[in-house]
C-alpha cells in the first residue's frame, strides 16, 4: 500500500511539473472534503485557505499540536533548528504516506557526524490522534501557502472530527 | 575602598573553610587557589569569581587566542572545562566524550572516555543533547551521562571506577546536568520535565557509588524528605505539604526536574538547588500549588533532610523552571551583615534570600519587561506572603485552555536560563547574562505516555514589542533589587558569565563572540568571534605564570532550537517573515574550547 502510494506521488510529481504548487505528495490543490477535511486529487489531506486567510480546522489544530509536540526539537513553525531539520522543506520531497511512517516508527541518522535521531510517536497519543492535522500544517507550510504565522481566522471545529477526537484520545 | 571588600571577602572565605572541619576539606582548599577551577562554577558558593588579575581592565585589550581545541562534536556545547594543576578536563554534549588534556606538555590527550549509550537517548532529551560539565573529588572524574548514569573516572588513567544508574531514559529519565561533589558524596538531578518524570535530587558515595539517599521534588514526605522542622518562609511546612497540592496522584508524573546547579556552605552544612516546572505546561490539568515544583530547596547534604524551602512561582502557568544557580555572598543589608543566597530565576525575578533561614529579603524584576506579575507581597503578615501577584491577563489557567494568551513576558525560556550569573566580591554586583525574549501561550488538554512528551502548549517567542535586541547583559545588586548597568545583545546571551579580581567580566554571545567589559560601567574592552555561537561558560586559570580565559563554543541547546530560524513579529501581521535576525545566519555547529592569554 505504501509503495503504491508512493509511486503514485512520484508520478504526480513529474506530471504536475508546471502547476504552481508541488510537494512530496503533488499538486496540494484540495479538489472535495469531508465533515471539515480536505483531500487532493490522490486522497492524501491537504489544506484549504481562503483569500481572506481563513484556513481549515486541520491546519489549524495542525499548527497547535506542531508547536506543542514538534517545535521542541524541529523549531518554530517548521523553520528547523541547530538540532532538527526543517520540516517545511522535508515535506516538499517527502509524501503523506512515508511522513506518516517515520513520524509513527521514528528514525535514526546515526553517524560519526551526527546524531540524528526521530523517536516513535505511534503510541503517544497527543501526536497519533493528530497526525493528519499536523501533516495538513506541514504541508501548508511546504507549499509557503502559509507563513511564518498562527492563523488568524480558522474554520468550526467539525463534529464529526470532536468526535473522532475524543475517541482517538479517550482510548488510551 | 576595593581593598577593604576584598579583606572581608578573603575574611568571609577563611571562615566558611574554619567552620568546615568535617567537610572534604581537600575541595574546600583546592576552590581557594585560584589557578585551578575544581568545580562548575569554581567554588562552591557558586560565584564565578576568580582572585586572578594579570588580565585587568588596562590590558584585557590585547588579549590573544593562546591555543584551541575540538571537540569532535557538533551539538551545543553547555558548561566549562575543570583544570586542576597541569591537568584539564574537557566534556562533550552526546556522545558525552571526556578529554584529559596535560597543559604542561603542549596541552597533549592523556585519555579520553567515551560511554557506549543507545541513541534512542537523543530524542527523549527536550532540548539538545547538552551536557553542563563535570566535577571532581577524591581523585575521580564525574560525568552524569545522557542516559541519566552517574560514572566516577579515575582522573590519572580515565579508566571507570563505578557507575551508578540514576533513571531509565525510557521513562523520559535523562542527564544533562553537572555532578557536585560534598565531602564523601556526589550529587546529581534529573532532567526530563517535559516527559511527566516524577524528579529528584540523589547523593551517591564518592567511593564506590552507592545510594545514600534520593530526595524527590513532589510526593509523601518520606519521599521529599521533609521532617518537622522544614520550614517555609519562617513556618513549619506541616505534614503532607506537597501531595495536599496536587490533585489525586498528578504528583507522580508531576516534573520538578532538578537539571541546574547546586551550591554549598560549608558553614551551614546546607546544599543549595531549584526544581523545575510542573508537568503538564497545561495548567488547568494540574490544580492546586504544585508544590515542590519551582522551588528553592536547602537540605542537608548528609541526610537529604529540608532545612527550608521557598516556592517562587506556585501553580506553574508559564514553564517558568526553578532550576536556576543559587548564589552565596555575604553582604550587608539595613547595616546588618547578612548569609545571602540570590537567585535569578526564570520567571523574571531576582530573589534575595537569608540562606541560613529561608527569609525572603528581595524579590524584584531584572528585566523591566516582566508583566505577568506586579509583585512579589513581602508583607509577612499578610495570607499570600511570599506569593506573587499574577496579573489575569497574562494567567493561562484563567484564560483556560484553549485560549492563546498574548504578550506574556518572559518567554518560556525566562528572563535566564540555565546561563550562569557571577558575582564579583570586589564590586558586589552579580553579573546576569539575560533573555530578553516574550511569548504567545496556548494551553490544552494532553494525555500522558510514559516517555513520551508531556508539553500541552502551543508557544511562540518574539523580543518585547517595538525592542529588536533579544538579550542583556546586565549589573544587579542584590541587595537593593536594581539593574545597575545593562548592555544590549542581539541574540539572547546563553553564557555562564565569569567575574575577576582584574576588574574585568567575561561573557559569550550567541553569535560566538568572547566579550570582555569593564565590571563598573560594563564599558566593552574585547571582544573575538570564536568558531561557533556560545552557550559555555567562561572559566578562567593559572598555568606556569600566566593567566589565561577558556570558554567552549558550539550553538546548540534551547538557543539554537528557539532562535536558528529567527523570531517573527506577530504584530506585524499576516505575511510578515524574518522580521527578526536569525541566528543561523551568524554561525554554525561545531564544538570548539577557545583559550585566550595576554601576548608574552
Keep these: ?172 | 575602598m576595593r581593598k577593604v571588600l576584598l579583606a572581608s571577602c578573603l575574611g568571609s572565605v577563611a571562615a566558611l573553610a574554619a567552620g568546615s572541619a568535617s567537610a572534604n576539606d581537600e575541595l574546600v582548599k583546592m576552590s581557594q587557589n585560584p589557578k585551578d577551577w575544581v568545580m562548575p562554577a569554581g567554588d562552591y558558593a557558586n560565584t564565578r569569581y576568580s582572585k586572578l588579575n594579570q588580565i585587568n581592565a588596562s590590558n584585557v585589550g590585547k588579549l590573544q587566542v593562546a591555543w584551541t581545541f575540538s571537540t569532535g562534536v557538533l551539538r551545543g556545547h553547555e558548561g566549562g572545562p575543570l583544570i586542576i594543576g597541569n591537568m584539564m578536563y574537557v566534556h562533550t554534549p552526546f556522545p558525552n566524550k571526556v578529554y584529559a588534556l596535560d597543559l604542561s606538555q603542549d596541552n597533549k590527550i592523556v585519555w579520553k572516555y567515551e560511554p557506549k549509550q543507545d541513541p534512542n537517548v537523543i530524542p527523549v532529551m527536550c532540548c539538545d543533547t547538552v551536557n553542563r560539565g563535570l566535577s571532581y573529588g577524591d581523585g575521580k572524574v564525574f560525568l552524569h551521562q545522557a542516559d541519566d548514569k552517574l560514572v566516577a573516572l579515575d582522573a590519572k588513567t580515565g579508566n571507570l571506577v563505578w557507575s551508578a544508574t540514576n533513571g531509565d531514559p525510557a521513562k523520559g529519565q535523562t542527564g544533562t546536568s553537572a555532578p557536585f561533589v560534598i565531602k564523601d558524596k556526589v550529587l546529581v538531578g534529573t532532567s526530563g520535565g517535559e516527559f511527566g518524570v516524577q524528579c529528584s535530587m540523589t547523593a551517591y558515595d564518592i567511593k564506590d557509588g552507592k545510594q545514600v539517599w534520593k530526595a524527590y521534588s513532589e510526593g509523601p514526605d518520606n519521599q521529599i524528605l521533609f521532617d518537622d522542622k522544614t520550614t517555609a518562609l519562617g513556618k513549619p511546612t506541616g505534614k503532607d505539604s506537597s501531595i495536599k497540592t496536587w490533585e489525586g496522584d498528578q504528583w507522580k508524573i508531576g516534573g520538578g526536574c532538578t537539571w541546574g546547579w547546586v551550591s554549598y556552605d560549608p558553614q551551614l552544612n546546607l546544599v543549595y538547588y531549584g526544581s523545575g516546572n510542573p508537568s503538564t505546561w497545561n495548567p488547568k490539568q494540574r490544580p492546586g500549588d504544585n508544590k515542590w515544583s519551582m522551588t528553592i530547596f536547602a537540605r542537608n547534604p548528609d541526610n537529604g533532610v529540608a532545612r527550608w524551602v521557598y516556592q517562587m512561582t506556585p501553580h506553574d502557568e508559564w514553564d517558568y523552571d526553578g532550576v536556576n544557580e543559587m548564589i552565596l555572598s555575604d553582604q550587608q543589608i539595613n547595616g546588618q551583615a547578612r548569609k545571602l543566597v540570590t537567585h535569578f530565576d526564570r520567571n523574571g525575578l531576582g530573589y534575595t534570600l537569608d540562606r541560613e533561614t529561608g527569609e525572603l529579603l528581595v524579590a524584584e524584576k531584572y528585566d523591566p519587561k516582566v508583566n505577568w506579575t506586579s509583585g512579589v507581597d513581602m508583607n509577612k503578615s499578610s495570607p499570600t506572603y511570599g506569593r506573587p501577584k499574577v496579573l489575569d491577563q497574562y494567567s493561562t489557567d484563567k484564560q483556560g485552555e484553549d485560549h492563546n494568551v498574548k504578550g506574556i513576558c518572559p518567554a518560556a525560556l525566562g528572563t535566564k536560563d540555565e546561563q550562569p550569573a557571577a558575582y564579583s566580591p570586589d564590586t558586589q554586583l552579580f553579573y546576569v547574562p539575560t533573555n530578553h525574549v516574550c511569548m504567545d501561550y496556548e494551553p490544552f488538554k494532553v494525555s500522558y505516555t510514559a516517555g513520551q512528551p508531556y508539553v500541552g502548549a502551543t508557544l511562540s517567542m518574539y523580543p518585547p514589542p517595538g525592542e529588536t535586541n533579544m538579550g542583556n547583559f546586565i549589573a544587579w545588586d542584590g541587595k537593593t533589587g536594581k539593574i545597575v548597568w545593562s548592555n544590549k545583545e542581539q541574540f539572547s546571551v546563553w553564557s555562564g558569565a565569569l567575574a575577576t579580581a582584574g576588574d574585568v567580566v567575561f561573557y559569550g554571545t550567541l553569535e560566538g563572540y568572547l566579550k570582555a567589559v569593564d565590571a563598573k560601567t560594563g564599558k566593552e574592552l574585547y571582544k573575538f568571534k570564536t568558531p561557533s555561537g556560545i552557550i559555555g561558560n567562561v572559566t578562567t586559570y593559572e598555568n606556569n605564570g600566566r593567566q589565561y580565559v577558556a570558554v567552549l563554543s558550539g550553538v546548540g541547546g534551547w538557543a539554537g532550537i528557539g532562535l536558528a530560524a529567527g523570531l517573527t513579529d506577530p504584530t506585524a501581521g499576516l505575511g510578515a517573515v524574518g522580521g527578526y535576525a536569525a541566528l543561523s545566519n551568524y554561525t554554525a555547529l561545531g564544538g570548539t574550547l577557545t583559550v585566550f592569554a595576554l601576548p608574552q
Design chain 1, 1 to 172: 500500500m505504501r509503495m503504491i502510494c508512493l509511486m503514485a506521488a512520484a508520478m504526480i510529481l513529474a506530471a504536475a511539473g508546471a502547476t504552481a504548487y508541488a510537494d512530496g505528495s503533488g499538486d496540494p490543490t484540495a479538489v472535495k472534503s469531508e465533515d471539515g477535511k480536505y483531500f487532493d486529487k490522490e486522497d492524501n489531506p491537504t489544506f484549504k485557505i481562503s483569500s481572506d486567510g481563513t484556513v481549515d480546522w486541520y491546519t489549524y489544530s495542525g499548527y497547535r499540536r506542531y508547536h506543542s509536540e514538534c517545535h521542541v526539537c524541529h523549531g518554530p513553525d517548521g523553520e528547523g533548528s541547530t538540532y532538527a531539520p526543517a520540516l517545511k522543506n522535508s515535506l516538499k520531497t517527502m509524501g503523506y504516506a512515508d511522513f506518516v511512517g517515520v513520524v509513527a516508527s521514528g528514525r535514526k541518522n546515526v553517524s560519526t557526524a551526527q546524531e540524528n535521531v526521530m523517536p516513535a510517536f505511534g503510541d503517544n497519543p497527543n501526536v497519533a490522534c493528530y497526525m493528519d492535522d499536523i501533516y495538513v500544517y506541514l504541508r501548508a507550510r511546504a507549499d509557503d501557502a502559509l507563513g511564518r504565522v498562527r492563523p488568524s481566522k480558522h474554520e468550526e471545529k467539525p463534529a464529526a472530527y470532536t468526535k473522532a477526537e475524543d475517541s482517538c484520545m479517550g482510548k488510551h
